[in-house]
């Protein structure tokens, strides 16, 4: 423990590190050299990154193959436990090796589906989108860490996958998939996995995959159920075989909007992972023709069967329209009437359901406490909302009841004003968005409230111009 | 007939909040049989609450609905046209997309 043995310890240990760095980047060099042999035409330069994957799962293979079955020794012995299998062993373990994945969205069912894919030894696994990691996602997005937040989702899912496996291709898709660009990346990969959250997606992946035949492993989670099934795989049906008209409007509900408990996405990621897996290294039955139903409520898993492909389907029946060519300027939320991202969503998108004298800005309203005007703040949220966070002194009625308890507004006025004054207390609305507060003051202003007024923004607006201590959610 | 009925997806907010319902519909066709027809009128007059148009459209159930007789697609069976037996156990679900 003398001085000097602790220095040259240290200087080992330094030479060492840099003897290691030379050799890291003489291996660098290596690669890149080789993936620059492999054929890719000039123009293709921009994708490059893309277009590695799935030619160079075989090299993966091919450039350590030292042992007869053609798995490396670090193969062996990093999946192992997979190759002990008897059901899935070394032949599934290559499969999976040889297998290109695409994991559309990098959310709450994609964060499993990832970790697990890179994880298990997938060739090339691809992720695409075009969000960036927000505290609020962190409680079911597992793959994200709070050091990620406000990064690109993207970047924050392909290093978390990396720092578990370094032997497999991770391909960046920084973009939101389109019908524009789905073509061109869906086809460089053998299994797609749509963890996406919105409606006009689902048809668009599905389209995408009729479109160049690839198994679309598709999962949904709201609330406290998911559903997870196996679309365009053995001859069973697309999206479009079980749902050929899009849902109304009003039933498609968002995470952002109704909640979500953060493990209901985690186990029907957990199971698109599998899913992917059984399609990738060829074991087992998958889910084409049935799905799972999951009900975390009452702790139940339920699979039905469900009907085959439909021979009348427009995207994969016997006379189906669809082309690349319409694919390409297919609207798709036009189709659906939903939008694609969640964050136009938060734009007030009914900016203009009642009249701007029914309206007042949070700024104005403000003003008008500070005046100490005499009024009634009614917050027509669901009370469980009310219960996470409210104005002080404002009054909880929801829109689903405002009709039935409109009287209670009447003593609500009347209670805020002294009874000899004779004057009236005004009625102001708020929401979370500005948007339900705005259908509440047209239904008050037809029933005996004509001076309500709605709060331009609801809480985000009061958060964001007034107080900014206010919580969010 | 007794049957078991099933509202999932947020089908369930249609009708209370109350996920499984265990019922006895009044046999209505003269014959002595209960379609699927018959059974959803039912379900909109004895069930559903709020929003009918969330469960249904026209004779049946709205896009994206799924319905399942004893965990197999009414598609398979006939659709409306399916004749149902005592103590079927009817699913509807409202198809998912959220992640
Ligand atoms: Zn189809």
Redesign the interface.
Known sequence: MDSNGMSSGYADIIREIEKLKVEKEEIENRISKLEAQLDRKPDETAHLEASQCCSNVQTVLDGHRSSSNGLTPEMIYRYSRHLLLPDFGVEAQLNLARSSILVI?A????SPVALYLASCGVGCLGIVDDDVVELNNLHRQVIHAEAYVGKAKVKSAVAACRAINSLIKLVEHNESLRASNALDIISKYDIVVD?????PS?YMISDCCVLLDKPLIS?????L???LTVYHHKGGPCYRC???????T??????SD?G?LGVV?GVIGCLQALEAIKVASGIGETLSGR?L?F?AL?SRI??????GRSLQCVACGENAELTQQKFRSFDYECFTQSPMSDRVISLSIFSTLVYESARISARLYKDKINEHEEHVLLDVRPAHHFRITAIPGSINLPLSVLVENISSIDSALKAAVPEASGEAASLYVVCRRGNDSQRAVECLRKNGFPLAKDIIGGLEAWSRDVDPSFPIY | MHLTLEF???LDLLCQSV?IHEVDVPLMSETGKMKMRDLLAWVRTNLIKE?P??FMKGDSV?????V?VN???W??SGGLDMELEEKDAV?F???????
């Open positions: 969205g959310g709450g069912l994609g963890a996406t959250d919105n409606l689902r999962g949904a989670a709201l609330g159920e998911g559903q079980l749902f050929p008209t899009p849902p109304p009003a039933a498609c509900q968002r995470c109704s979500v996405p799905m139903i009900d009452s339920r699979i039905v069967k469900i009907r | 999932g997806g947020g996920k929003r148009e969330m709205r896009p994206g609905v799924l399942l965990d197999c697609d598609e398979l699913v679900i409202s198809t998912l997309h959220g992640g």
